[in-house]
């Protein structure tokens, strides 16, 4: 395997990257996510992923660099109604007080580009979270102390305190930003 192109600035799909040993460098994508799409479909997701693969692979491709660019989406799902990063402290909230007490489902989607053929391949993966009940305490001080506001719905796992999560059903890695299983399925694939 060649060295991987990263199309996206977060540190914690590039610390996925890093536990398995995997030779990369970061090429954020600069596609701008204009969409108003509330409901849910793997469609959307795998769309967005794509998206920002194919910005940093056309990049590339003019430079006549013959690379494998990795993009991925992941979205929180509740009740079909995806929970998008939050604006606010209020709207952070919100989101984790309807999260409270209910199952709901991250859904990330990986999109591989061969950035001199443009040929791709794309899948998603589904995890399965159930939170506590949570009290306004616990969600206003996971708030103040860890500032969620730019992640999908106001929540990291990896740093969520204990009495958060009840059951993780799937892959950790999936909701945190990257399946690692399904990224090198398709970095394979080539």
């Keep these: 395997m060649g060295k991987i192109i990263l199309g996206s600035s977060s540190p914690r799909r590039a610390n996925i990257l890093k536990k398995l040993n995997i030779d990369f460098e970061v090429i954020p994508s600069c ?8 409901d849910f479909s793997y469609n959307f997701v795998e769309n967005l ?10 990049r590339l491709k003019k430079e006549s660099k013959n690379l494998l660019v990795v993009g991925a989406d992941t979205i929180v799902v509740l009740k079909n109604k995806i929970l998008e990063k939050p604006i606010d402290y209020e709207d952070a909230f919100n989101m984790l007080k309807k999260l409270s007490g209910n199952t709901h489902f991250v859904v990330t989607a990986v999109c591989v580009i061969n950035s001199a053929t443009l040929e791709f391949k794309t899948k998603s993966e589904t995890t399965y979270v159930t939170f506590e009940n949570l009290t306004e305490e616990q969600i206003s001080d996971y708030i103040y102390q860890f500032k969620p506001y730019d992640k999908a719905g106001s929540y990291g796992i990896q740093e ?9 059903k799937g892959e950790l890695d999936n909701v945190i930003g990257l399946p690692a299983k399904v990224m090198l399925e398709l970095i394979d694939s080539f």
Excluded: I, R
């Design 160 to 168: 969520l305190p204990d009495g958060f999560v009840k059951e993780v």
């Design 49 to 58: 992923a794509y998206n920002k693969a194919l910005d940093v692979a056309k």
């Design 31 to 38: 596609y701008v996510e204009e969409h108003d799409q509330t």
